[in-house]
Structure formats: C-alpha cells, structure tokens
C-alpha cells in the first residue's frame, strides 16, 4: 500500500525555537495532505488541509502565523512550529489523500515534539 | 453536520475474548466508512473500510458492516490478542473522501 513517511519521530527543543516536520508521500503524488495534533487522552484534532500549489486551509483556532504549513511539491508537506512553547508539545501527525476510489488516508508514523 | 461517535475506553479484556467497539455517524450523503488502528508511538493504520450499505470489511479477525439503517459501523473481533493491543479509531468520509471525520478513538488492552 500506498506509505507516507514523516520526519523527525522525535524532537526536543527548546522553548522559543522554531521545529519543522516533514511529511512525504513515499510512492505516490498527494495533492492533499492533512495535520493533525493528537492529545494526551488519544482525539484527533485536525489542525489543517495542506493543497499542493496553494495556501493550506486552517481549522478554526488553529492560529496559521504559528503553525506554518508548505506544502512545495506533490510529494512533500512541511509543518513549522514557530516559537515553540511547551504548550505546543504533542504528537503531530500527517496524512496524505490516496488515489483510490475510496479516498482512502494514508497516515505518516507521527512526530513527537517536546518542548522544554 | 458529518460526525463519528464511538464508544469510550478503555477497553480491558482477557485474551481470546470477544471484542465489540461501536461507532454510529451522522451523514449528510453516502460516506465511506473506515476504523483505523494506531499501536502504540505509531502513527495511524488502515484497519478495514466498507464504501456503501451491508459492506462488511475485513482484515486480521476484525469486521465491521456498514449498516445504513442504525447508521452503524461496529468493529468485531471473536478472540482478541495481546497484540490487539492499541487504540482504534472509526472515521467517515464523504466523496472523494477529501474530508475525514474521525471518532474520539478507543483504547483497547488486552491481557493475557
């Protein structure tokens, strides 16, 4: 099946400093791409929808001057955390909208970013 | 709007027991129905999915048939394992499926 790889797994930064999460389609070319921010008790938030060529459209609430998101290529969604705050430690997680019939997601393994 | 209800966990059960996890959704047309597995540290996985009514989808023991009537998508499995271990997500897409609504996710354990 179709596999999206997201990198780092893990970061730690430090309070005031800005961290950037890849997101790649490995095999195949997603115009789509979605974050995601899964709190401590397992919901799913979706934080944004990432169009190739485009502007990503935020959720509300999602704040888009602090959570940058690019999305430069079909194969590749960026997500930038900008000073990062320890409030903001979570686990990040991406997908990509597949090519089948069923618009099935494809999810990247997630990151886990700690901010100190 | 769309949504995806799904029981509330934890689930904690003995191996070899029967599992059952609801999930009802509300839907403005005719979703695509799925529930997603995510094991621990791990992002999320595709555990089955069923495209229309009396679709039963089924992967690894696990089933669910989407019924149009109760407006359900029940995750079954006869006999759990301990590496069933994991919290499992129902979610519905309408389309093309460019949006996904997912259910609060129910964490299973299952002891030996």
């Known amino acids: 099946g179709a596999v999206v790889s997201q990198h780092p797994s893990r970061v730690i930064c430090k309070s005031g400093t800005s961290v950037k999460i890849e997101c790649r389609s490995l095999?195949?070319?997603?115009?789509?791409m979605f974050w995601y921010r899964q709190f401590p008790k397992q919901s799913l938030m979706l934080m944004a929808t990432?169009?190739?060529?485009?502007?990503?459209?935020?959720e509300q609430g999602v704040e888009k001057d602090k959570f940058l998101i690019n999305h430069a290529s079909l194969t590749l969604s960026t997500l930038t955390v900008t000073s990062a705050h320890p409030e903001d430690s979570s686990f990040y997680i991406c997908?990509?909208?597949?090519?089948?019939?069923?618009?099935?997601?494809?999810f990247g393994e997630g990151s886990r970013l700690t901010v100190l | 709007g769309d949504s995806v209800t799904q029981m509330e966990g934890p689930v904690t059960l003995s191996e070899e027991a029967f599992l059952t996890i609801n999930c009802t959704y509300t839907?403005?047309?005719?979703?695509?129905l799925f529930w997603y597995v995510q094991y621990p540290g791990e992002g999320l996985q595709l555990l089955l999915k069923a495209t229309k009514a009396d679709d039963k989808g089924s992967n690894k023991g696990f089933e669910a048939t989407y019924r149009k009537e109760t407006t359900s998508f029940h995750l079954e499995k006869g006999s759990v394992q301990v590496s069933d271990s994991a919290v499992y997500f129902c979610?519905?897409?309408?389309?093309?499926?460019?949006?996904?609504?997912f259910g609060t996710g129910t964490s299973l354990t299952v002891i030996p």
């Open positions: 839907a403005t047309g005719y979703p695509s």
């Open positions: 979610a519905l897409s309408e389309g093309t499926g460019n949006q996904f609504y």
């Open positions: 095999d195949f070319q997603a115009t789509t």
């Open positions: 990432s169009n190739e060529g485009s502007k990503a459209t935020y």
């Open positions: 997908s990509a909208l597949g090519h089948s019939s069923t618009g099935e997601l494809f």
